[in-house]
């Protein structure tokens, strides 16, 4: 015998005897027999060929190619389902292979899996990407009937029911003739990565690459882009899937504050911020569920139990089909709060020296707060801007924080939306030692979409009356 080979049994004997010193502490009812050098020189592959109850599942293993995964060093666990259970597999997925490699794919699992393991359930990724469910009895619905069997690289146990690969959410949703279906599809959109397209020249006139059509091209989704791809096996959700009817009501509620440049944009806005509230991270059953969850966007969604059609557990979380999630406007469309001390950029980059961010101590509340105080840079209408990711089409109050607790003279700053040169708000008096909330003027955005904001310094270059000092700014939205 080589080194290699030497090595490779070395290697599945300590794999053992660390499992076994694991397994030494089982309960009673997953005591583990003593092992032996027939059952440690043996692989999983092996194991299911010499267990004639096993026979159409080792042919199945033969068919997919799985035999060959079973038989290397790494570690495995199996839930083969026997020959009685493997007599109600659909003939038409045991005749394509493709569906077949996906439902034995889930019979199979890296590392080794013991019943006593699970407290009071595990769920693992199988080799097909799906995950299961497994518990001191049961392989998801099925019964274990014999548990346990180890062998030189992982451990077998003998299910009594065939386990078809679960849909994910996407999968799901995909199945359904619903408009919500429709409306996550039209969610998808095509982009060009230039990291991953080919470039075949320079424009001569504009001096940018030239990439070969078709090449680079990358396909991703608005919805998942926001609150995480539904395709994910990984992940865990509970998603919401609403009738037409009341989708359709709620997307009529929230489209005259998404208003776009287009009817087909204003849609589509429609469509995502609808459908972006029925996405809730991590798996709620009837049974712990609250009031109210909160979605993945952090927006809180009403749950009335007696709205839910239909239920449907997936392999990447659960689907409720309900009739209504009457979700408020109010959390919605939100007050946007900046901090004044995470600025996006300043009208001039030679003035660090005079930008300062503090922490401060408000002698009202005694609470610390932190804030920017810009001075004696002497630059008129020098200004601080600060990107705001999405308003929606609606009024908003502007008020802002600005303490002024250094300076013993007052001074003038401006709220400026999209041009720091713009006069829509007038000059507002910032008031020495004042950390009330001030009303700094109204602002309506004309569509959806992202702003930068600014604070403007008064428009002179005088030491102590051009100052510039936030503590925050919050957007208020004016609702009917």
Same mark, same amino acid.
């Given at each position: ?57 080792? /042919? ?97 146990? $003998? ?14 949703? /995909? ?57 994910? /096996?990984?992940?865990? #959700? ?81 689907? #409720? ?12 469309? !939100? ?19 005079? $930008? ?13 707060? !932190? ?15 600060? !990107? ?38 007038? /000059? ?53």
């Amino acid at each position: 015998m080589n080194i290699y080979m030497l090595s490779k049994n070395a290697n599945r004997l300590l794999s053992m005897l660390v499992l076994l010193a694991v397994l030494a502490g089982c309960n009673k009812y997953n005591k583990l027999a003593e092992p032996n050098q027939d059952v440690l020189g043996k692989t999983l592959d092996q194991q299911i060929k010499q267990t004639p109850s096993l026979s159409k599942f080792n /042919e199945y293993l033969v068919k997919t190619g799985y035999d060959k995964v079973l038989a290397a060093s790494k570690m495995f666990t199996a839930w083969a389902p026997d020959n009685q259970a493997l007599a109600s597999l659909d003939p038409a997925i045991a005749q394509n292979d493709s569906l077949l490699k996906q439902f034995v794919g889930g019979c199979l699992a890296n590392q080794a899996y013991y019943t006593n393991m699970p407290s009071p359930s595990l769920r693992i990724k199988t080799l097909n990407g799906k995950y299961i469910f497994f518990t001191q009895t049961q392989f998801e619905d099925a019964t274990i009937t014999t548990a346990n069997q180890y062998v030189g690289n992982g451990v077998l146990h $003998i299910i009594n029911k065939v386990v078809l690969p679960k849909q994910n959410v996407y999968e799901y949703l /995909e199945t359904t003739a619903s408009k919500q279906k429709t409306y996550v599809d039209g969610l998808f959109y095509t982009y060009t990565d230039s990291t991953l397209a080919v470039k075949t020249g320079i424009d001569p006139q504009t001096g940018k690459p030239i990439y070969q059509a078709g090449t680079g091209l990358v396909t991703k989704n608005y919805l998942f882009n926001r609150v995480g791809d539904l395709r994910d /096996e990984n992940q865990e #959700y509970t998603f919401i899937q609403l009738t037409d009817d009341a989708l359709e009501s709620e997307r009529a509620k929230i489209r005259p504050y998404v208003q776009s440049a287009t009817p087909e944009q204003t849609d589509q806005l429609s469509s995502l911020h609808v459908i972006k509230d029925l996405v809730i991270k991590g798996v709620y059953t009837t049974a712990n569920m609250p009031d109210t969850l909160l979605s993945a966007d952090s927006v809180k969604v009403p749950m009335d139990k007696t709205a839910i059609l239909e239920t449907h557990v997936v392999s990447n979380g659960i689907v #409720y089909v309900m009739s209504k999630a009457d979700v408020a406007l109010k959390d919605k469309i !939100r007050t946007y709060k900046r901090e004044g001390e995470t600025p996006d950029g300043f009208s001039r980059s030679d003035k660090n020296g005079n $930008i300062a961010y503090r922490y401060r101590l408000n002698p009202v509340t005694n609470e610390q707060y !932190r804030d920017i105080y810009i001075s004696n840079h002497k630059v008129p209408l020098f200004n601080v801007f600060y !990107r705001v990711p999405e308003l929606y089409t609606v009024p908003y109050k502007v008020f802002w924080v600005a303490p002024n607790d250094t300076q013993t003279l007052t001074f003038k700053q401006r709220f400026a939306v999209n041009d720091p040169l713009s006069t829509d708000f007038d /000059e507002t008096l910032v008031g020495l030692k004042n950390y009330d909330l001030v009303p700094v003027g109204t602002y309506t955005p004309a569509t959806f979409g992202g702003i930068n904001a600014f604070v403007v310094a008064a428009n002179n270059g005088v030491d102590q009356t051009n100052s510039i000092n936030l503590d925050y700014f919050i957007l208020v939205p004016q609702l009917p």
